[in-house]
């Protein structure tokens, strides 16, 4: 009997400990400043921007790291990076969920890059919009001669040169790969520009990449956030997993590991219980044969000693009475359940004489 109350005691104390660490590790604990996420961003033209985007206004706690924006205070130019390219955010549309973006790499004027990576949206949260076309660029290449028409030619600087190059509505099928550019890659335009580009060649190249193409946007965490809104007042948040945020702080919902660590406490507590009663029969049963001395164990008494509060409501709990319709446990009951969790002395009993207690 007795190495199954310890076995009982241990592993309650393991669950506590578990609990204990799931509670302190909750995030509101690590947050510095969950305030603001009722703010708006908004920055140049871009107004009213609220979750899942961050940025400016919208501290990063209030959105996936996914949707983070960053306002440039003196000019007031919305930037966001996806995959290393940053790209300027000219329209945010949060009711048909797209991002107008333009790639910030192209020189004022000039379709002249020093990234040649091409613009792919091609992800679970990111896609292109239908109504973008590609546009193939290709830079220092050399002896282009009559296979390219003059005006989707365009030069760009290079450290003490120019370099040639060109461009291709679409992708570059029906042109031989290498050989004779350095490199080439692609962007997506708006297909509306697509004649006009077409038509009028490179001096438009520079105003089509500049005025961007459309990117779709799906946020995978809406279905959380439309549960925080279920209550006014509370705003969407974001800590490695979606959060609600009430007042600044997160909302008082325990998760359902929480609960779960609560059961587990609850259920072990119940066994440790039974184990306690039994021991308390068989040493009845033991006393009356050996002249019924009182069984005070000094392991218990420094409990209470411990724990000035509880040593206080010695007096009452002696009598075992029912307070509130609860059952309120009899001192010598109560000694004898503070047994079974002796070994929590040897990891330190103040701070958890109230969890007994509660
Ligand atoms: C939280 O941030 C706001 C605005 O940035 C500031 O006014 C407030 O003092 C901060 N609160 C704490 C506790 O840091
Ligand atoms: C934030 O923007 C939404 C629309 O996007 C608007 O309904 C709401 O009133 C704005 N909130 C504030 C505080 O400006
Ligand atoms: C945003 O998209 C919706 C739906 O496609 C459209 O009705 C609305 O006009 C757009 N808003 C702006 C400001 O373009
Ligand atoms: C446009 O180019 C990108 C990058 O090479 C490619 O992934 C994408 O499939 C192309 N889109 C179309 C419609 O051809």
Known sequence: MRPLGTAAATSFLATLLLFLHLTASFPSNDMSNLSNCNHNLSCGSLTDITHPFTGA????????????????????????MFKSLPYQVTRVNQT????????????????????????????????????NKNLTLFYGCKNLGGFVEEKFKFSCPVPGDLEEGFFKVGDPS???????????FQVPFLRSKAHQLEAEGSSLLGEVLREGFDVRYSDPYSADC???SKHSGTQCGFDAKPICIC????????????????????????????????????RKSALVQSQGLPVVTPT????FRATP???????????????????????NELEEATNCFDSSKELGDGGFGTVYYG
């Open 309 to 331: 509060s509880l040593a206080n409501l010695k007096s009452d709990l002696d009598k075992g009475s029912t307070y509130l319709g609860v059952r309120v446990f009899s001192y």
């Open 96 to 131: 048909s969920q797209t991002l107008r973006l333009s790639r910030l790499d192209f020189y004022d004027d000039l379709p002249c890059t020093h990234l040649s990576s091409s613009t792919t949206f091609d992800n679970d949260i990111f896609s292109l919009g239908s109504n």
């Open 57 to 80: 206004q919208r501290p990063p706690d209030c959105g996936p790291q996914e949707f983070q924006l960053t306002c440039n205070i003196v000019d007031s130019v919305t930037t966001f």
């Open 247 to 282: 007042n600044d702080l997160l909302c008082p919902v325990p998760g359902p590991g929480v609960s779960l660590a609560s059961g587990a406490v609850l259920v072990i507590f119940v066994g440790c219980w039974i184990t306690v009663v039994k021991q308390v029969k068989k």
């Open 226 to 228: 439309q549960t925080c």
């Open 174 to 184: 029906g042109l031989p790969s290498t050989g004779w550019c350095r490199t080439s």
């Open 300 to 303: 218990s008494t420094n409990f």
